[in-house]
Structure formats: C-alpha cells, structure tokens
C-alpha cells in the first residue's frame, strides 16, 4: 500500500551505507553481450540519449541488496552522459504540462496537502493507477511524451543488457537473486522482433521536489495492480537526495530502525525487485540544508 505522506524523518548523513545485511558487489567487468538492444526499434531518440546508449559499452552496475531485497544501481547514466545533457533532459521534464501541484491525501482521517509536484504517463494514454491515501486519482495517466519515452527506451535497454549479460556469463550469484519470472520475460523480449513485445514499463509516475524541504514519507509500492514481478526503475535527475530504507516488521526491541541510506544522484538508475516492497519501506526525508531541485521518475509495469 503506498502512503505517499508526509511523515518524514530528516536525520541525515552523507554517502551510501548499508545499516545492516547489505551483500559485497559481486559484479564483474567484462564484455557487452552483443545482444540485440530494446532500442533499436524505438523512434526519435534525442542525440544525447541515442549517444549515451552507445558510450557506455560497460554499464558498472552495484549490486546494493538487503535481505529480501534485491537492489541494483547504475550510477550517473540516464538521461545523457554529460551533466548538460541531463539538465535539458530535467527542463524538458519539469515543463511537461499535466504537472499536480495541488494533491491531496489522507493521513489517519486528516486531510494534507501534499508539497512536491507529481505527475502519471502511460502507455497509450489509457491506464490509471490508484494510490491509497491519495484523493482523486484515478485519472488516466496520458501517453508518454517524447523525452519521457526516450528515457524509457534508455531504461529497458540497460535492464535488459544487464540481465542478458549475466546470462551469458552464467552469472548464477546474481541471477539467483532476481526472480526468474522477470529474467524470463527479458529472455523471451530479447529474442521478439515486435518493438510493442519489447516494452517493459508502461506506466511512470514522476515526483518534482523543488528543494530540500520537499519530501516523501515511508511507504512502500506493493499496490496489487503493479506487476511485482517486474522490478520498479527509479530515476533520479539533479540534486542528490538521501533513499532511506526500513523494515516493515519491528526488531526484538520492538523497533523498525533504518536499513539503509542510499545517496541518490543526478542520472542514477535504482533497480528495487521483488519481494523488496514486501518487506521494506521507502522514503526521501527532508533536508532542509538542500538547494536545488530533483525529479525522479519510477517506471512501473501495471496489469489491471
Ligand atoms: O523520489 C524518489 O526517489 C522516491 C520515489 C518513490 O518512492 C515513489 O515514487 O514511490
């Protein structure tokens, strides 16, 4: 169940940690796999995106899990490999036009305004996707519009390398820790010549904080109507912001201390799989020392 509220914690430090059972980063650096990319079929990929597509011949992925959660982060990519690039692809985001700056939703029967910007594309423009705690929402969210569906193509891309290249390496340590349903799907969407069978995502919803005191509260996103098989893609683009995670269940002290704090940057690429949202929530906490602006996008794939 989301609640995308307001009750932040804004206790803070500086770089990724890992509170407690985080694994070491198995990942090696080898070749590409000359797979056949989710991209090439996909129309009007902005320069800067069809370049990064290509510089980035060995995407370093950190294999950053917790127990029960499988986290994969790419540092730095999406969106462009310049800073510059990343920065027009932000402008061209935060001036989209179906931005809400006027959400509302419901925290134990009281009524709050929420302070970031949020805004829902789909593909093709028909799916609606409901939030409890959140007040009329469950309109449509539009077709995805071109620099959003750039960055989409981007995303799949990189997912699907990924998961091709630790097949072809027979890499058994980290594919045993991405459940088997998605690693199938990517195989059967690798092979398949129909550009619409290649999708993964079809949904994203994008959150604006306009500055350090903008936030999202705990939740976790375990809504029946996301696909769980396949892995939330959580894009970051501009200022760093604090990811912090908890456990759902209390410790022996009755207690949900925080897991882990992840220092998410411009153009990272945060991978969270199942049974993630089962057992952890989420949150960005408030930092009022931040300046500066973020916008994250997390592509979802829903199957109502
Ligand atoms: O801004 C973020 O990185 C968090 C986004 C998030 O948790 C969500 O959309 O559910």
Known sequence: ?????????????????HDSNSTSDTHKKRSRPSSPTLSSNAPNIAPALRNCLHM?????????????????????????????????????????????????????????KMRRRICQYSSGGNISYSYSGLKKNTTDAPDFPPILYQIKCQVETLICDYIMKLLNENDGTILSTINSDFVDMVKTMNQSKDA???????????????????????????????????PIA????????????????KNSEGKRPRAARIDL???????????????????????????????NLTFRRIIN
């Open 265 to 295: 940057g411009d153009g990272d690429l945060l991978l969270m799989f199942k049974p993630m949202q089962d057992h952890y929530e989420h949150q960005i906490p408030v930092e009022k020392r931040v300046i500066g602006e973020r916008i």
């Open 56 to 112: 980035h011949t060995r995407p370093h992925w950190e294999n950053i899990s917790l127990r029960n959660a499988p986290m994969f982060l790419l540092r730095s990519n999406i969106g462009g490999t310049k800073s510059s690039e990343r920065k027009a692809a932000r402008n061209d985001l935060s001036t989209l036009p179906d931005w809400n700056d006027n959400v509302t939703f419901n925290i134990f029967g009281k009524e709050c």
């Open 234 to 249: 959580s894009v970051s683009l501009g200022v760093t912001r604090h990811f912090d995670i908890k456990p759902k269940k």
């Open 196 to 230: 619409k069978k290649k999708e993964i995502y079809n949904y994203c919803l994008l959150n604006h904080y306009r500055n350090g005191e903008e936030y999202m509260g705990y939740h976790s996103d375990d809504e029946t109507s996301l696909d769980q098989n396949v």
């Open 1 to 17: 169940m989301v609640h995308h509220n307001e009750s932040a914690n804004s206790t803070g430090s500086v770089g990724a940690q």
